[in-house]
């Protein structure tokens, strides 16, 4: 069992930047990738930025040279730095990871970007 709490959430104006953090508890010592997903107003979640243990990562292209993912492994902890923030990054954030192939989700932090 893993635990996922997200916050840093909040409203922001265009161009301006925010930071989410995501810290896990439970069985910690299991856990490999762990991603950032976001769902929007009538739209599908879709996968924002992963990071594995080792620190490989991955971005969607909407987001890529804009957002920075990091894990702190001694903290438990994994970041997601966003700059440059435009509207349509406006969503509910997840953080998430998969455990013997049992998806685990935080309950989600508000980013609300205005223009």
């Known amino acids: 069992q893993v635990q996922l709490v997200e916050s840093g959430g909040g409203l922001v104006q265009a161009g301006g930047s925010l930071r989410l953090s995501c810290a896990a508890s439970?069985?910690?010592?299991?856990?490999?990738?762990l991603g950032w997903y976001r769902q929007a107003p009538g739209k599908q979640r879709e996968l924002v930025a992963a990071?594995?243990?080792?620190?490989?990562?991955n971005y969607a292209d909407s987001v890529k040279g804009r957002f920075t993912i990091s894990r702190d492994n001694a903290k438990n902890t994994v970041y997601l730095q966003m700059n440059s923030l435009k509207p349509e990054d406006t969503a509910v954030y997840y953080c998430?990871?998969?455990?013997?192939?049992?998806?685990?989700w935080g309950k989600g932090t508000l980013v609300t970007v205005s223009s």
């Open positions: 990071i594995s243990r080792s620190g490989t990562t």
């Open positions: 439970g069985s910690i010592f299991r856990i490999n990738t």
């Open positions: 998430n990871t998969n455990l013997a192939l049992v998806d685990y």
